[in-house]
């Protein structure tokens, strides 16, 4: 992804510009593991707390969706980037 100038517009929308910052639009790969797995744990607290009785704790069900949903954007946005290269170690001779 190339730097943007004063003069460049941001390309992504306003809403992803608000969801995802900046530190994890360029390491999409590792944001949508974190993503998976604060989905997953957010999964099993509303499945503790829906087993004491509290009925308010599916609302945790949105967040879990949120990001799961974060997660796979961020998959798809990883699958769709061409592929890093290689650092190459240069000796000095």
């Known amino acids: 992804m190339y ?9 992504r929308s306003a809403l992803m510009r608000i969801l995802v910052p900046a530190w994890e ?3 999409p790969r590792v944001s949508a ?3 998976f797995a604060i ?4 999964v099993a607290v509303t499945i ?3 087993f004491l009785g509290y009925w308010w704790g599916a609302l945790l069900l ?3 969706a949120l ?3 974060l997660g796979y954007y961020d ?4 699958r769709s980037a061409p592929p890093r290269a290689k650092a190459c170690a240069v000796s000095n001779q």
């Open 67 to 69: 990001h799961f949903w």
């Open 75 to 78: 998959r798809t946005v990883a």
């Open 39 to 42: 989905g997953a744990v957010l």
């Open 25 to 27: 639009y360029s390491r």
């Open 33 to 35: 593991h974190v993503h």
């Open 3 to 11: 730097a943007l100038n004063e003069n460049a517009a941001d390309p």
């Open 62 to 64: 949105l967040a879990a």
């Open 48 to 50: 503790l707390v829906l």
